[in-house]
T-cell receptor
Framework: EAGVTQSPTHLIKTRGQQVTLRCSPI?????VYWYQQALGLGLQFLLWYDEGEERNRGNFPPRFSGRQFPNYSSELNVNALELEDSALYLC???????????????FGPGTRLTVT | GQSLEQPSEVTAVEGAIVQINCTYQTSGFYGLSWYQQHDGGAPTFLSY????GLEETGRFSSFLSRSDSYGYLLLQELQMKDSASYFC???????????????FGKGTKLSVIP
């Protein structure tokens, strides 16, 4: 069974630019989560999508946005990049149980974004 | 708000047992998860406790006490490959109906030495 995949692996952008990161969940998983992990820090929750809808977002500015497609893949968009956006962006997926979401999430390898 | 506390670093000897504690403060608590992350790698799901008690999966066990807002991850027969960061994460209801969130602690860096 294929795991969560993300693209690209690495990305270098300059301040003010925009970036789009992509994620494909495990087959059968309907929930996709995005996290930011700055160097040496824990994971900060960004967004949760399920069944094509945004279910929750973390404490990040509106220039962080995303969407989920009918095939449950997802994009994370970051506009007006700032230096502090440099981080590992992780996507995770899970089966959305009856109550929605799960503490059991499966992560992709991440996209390393460097903003100069 | 939500907060999780876990030790920043732990060192243990190969073959030994180590316990990584996690205390949390949150509302709308559903369960406690543990994740392992090797340097440069992605977090890997280890366990999820929704009920009080100990759950064992091979060399790893996870414990939860909801009344004490406390849990721990127990690693037995430590191997060098267990050197990694271990994160506890609280799964809880967020604002709004049907909204949930997994909130991670800052992680415990485990170093296994010969």
């Amino acid at each position: 069974e294929a795991g969560v995949t993300q693209s690209p692996t690495h990305l270098i952008k300059t301040r003010g630019q925009q970036v789009t990161l992509r994620c494909s969940p495990i087959s059968g998983h309907t929930s996709v989560y995005w996290y930011q992990q700055a160097l040496g820090l824990g994971l900060q929750f960004l967004l949760w999508y399920d069944e094509g809808e945004e279910r929750n977002r973390g404490n990040f500015p509106p220039r962080f946005s995303g969407r989920q497609f009918p095939n449950y893949s997802s994009e994370l968009n970051v506009n007006a990049l700032e230096l502090e956006d440099s981080a590992l962006y992780l996507c995770a997926s899970s089966l959305a149980k009856r109550t929605g979401g799960s503490g059991e999430q499966y992560f992709g390898p991440g996209t390393r974004l460097t903003v100069t | 708000g939500q907060s999780l506390e876990q030790p920043s670093e732990v060192t243990a000897v190969e073959g030994a047992i180590v316990q990584i504690n996690c205390t949390y403060q949150t509302s709308g608590f559903y369960g406690l998860s543990w994740y392992q992350q090797h340097d440069g790698g992605a977090p890997t799901f280890l366990s999820y406790n929704a009920l009080d008690g100990l759950e064992e999966t091979g060399r790893f066990s996870s414990f939860l006490s909801r009344s004490d807002s406390y849990g721990y991850l127990l690693l037995q027969e430590l191997q060098m490959k267990d050197s990694a960061s271990y994160f506890c994460a609280v799964y809880s209801a967020y604002s709004g109906a049907g909204s949930y969130q997994l909130t991670f602690g800052k992680g415990t860096k485990l170093s296994v030495i010969p």
